[in-house]
């Protein structure tokens, strides 16, 4: 639910569009290849709250995905094609197939053993990452990964701004698609297994079979934000399938509010700029982390709902929509 009225949010929603297409005219290089990585983070926040804000499922093993997907794309840019699409196509199976069987053993536990189950993949995962060598290149990471190249016939983005429409339009496109989803009664499934998992059980809905399904969708959608990683780093280490990228992912879905898309994107937003940006101010330079607990902790006392639980003042609503 937005808590903005139709008038308010059709403005936000040009507003936050046109400010998205005309950044790269009006912005530098470096906050460009900034904006690319909060959109490929937001992609992975939205893939962390399909589990924890639909389904119920908090989880801090998305960051194995996401590395899946990105040491994937860099394998096959390296090896065997520049072709983003491709590239995205392939992370997304890649990451989905390796969440098949984590997920199996994931979705049999709930709350507390859950997380944990999650948190042991994360880490296993990142294991993998460091001693896998011969393909991996441990803790050295993948590097000389050439542009991406969108769709065959098209040239090769080495530019920030070309790399950062790219990553846009394929934010767009999921954000839509996972959008659809929210309406569909595979979601609706899912938040009755969130609310009242006995209950939907007791009906005749397979629950576990619904939860591995979303389970390795959005193990999916991590894979691809990894791949869009790539295609904007060109460098992948062990480190971005880490314990830290899964507990910010985490975090900023708490922060945009838990069950909430357009959430969990501010959420993501604010988590990367206070670490990239705030924390490199000089006042409190090196106190990123820091200022995200604080921000964590003000999330929770004054906005149990996040950033998507914020409402306008009534008589401000109405003014608008008159």
Do not use: H
């Amino acid at each position: 639910m937005s808590p903005f009225g139709p008038s308010v949010r059709r403005l936000l929603v040009t507003a936050v569009a046109v400010g998205l297409a005309s950044a790269p005219f009006v912005l530098g290089p470096y906050t460009i290849g900034t904006l690319s990585r909060i959109l490929v983070f937001a992609l992975l926040a939205i893939s962390v709250n399909l589990l924890t804000g639909l389904t119920g499922l908090p989880t801090l093993g998305q960051s194995a995905y996401f590395g899946v997907g990105a040491y994937t794309a860099a394998i096959v840019a390296t090896r065997l094609t520049d072709i983003g699409m491709l590239q995205l196509l392939i992370a997304a199976g890649v990451s989905a197939l390796v969440a098949v069987p984590t997920g199996w053993l994931a979705v049999r536990a709930r709350g507390v053993v859950f997380l944990m189950l999650t948190l042991a993949i994360g880490e296993i995962a990142y294991s993998a990452a460091v001693n896998w060598k011969s393909l991996t290149n441990g803790t050295d990471g993948v590097s000389g990964i050439p542009p991406v190249v969108p769709l065959p016939g098209m040239p090769a983005l080495e530019l920030d701004g070309l790399v950062y429409f790219y990553v846009l339009a394929v934010f767009l496109v999921l954000f839509a698609a996972v959008s659809r989803l929210g309406s569909t009664p595979f979601a609706l499934a899912l938040r009755g297994i969130r609310d009242n998992e006995r209950r939907m059980s007791a009906i005749g809905y397979p629950t576990r079979r619904y939860a591995l399904t979303v389970y390795c969708g959005a193990g999916a959608l991590a894979g691809v934000a990894g791949a869009l990683w790539v295609s904007v780093q060109r460098f992948v280490s062990p480190g971005d399938a880490g314990f830290e990228i899964a507990a910010l992912a985490l975090l900023a879905v708490v922060i945009g509010g838990s069950g909430s898309m357009w959430g969990a994107c501010a959420g993501a937003a604010l988590v990367w700029l206070t670490r990239d940006y705030l924390g490199n101010l000089e006042a409190v330079a090196g106190r990123g982390p820091l200022l995200l607990g604080l921000f964590f902790v003000i999330a929770v006392y004054t906005l149990p709902r996040g950033l998507a639980g914020v409402r306008l003042p009534p008589k401000l609503t109405r003014k608008r929509t008159a």
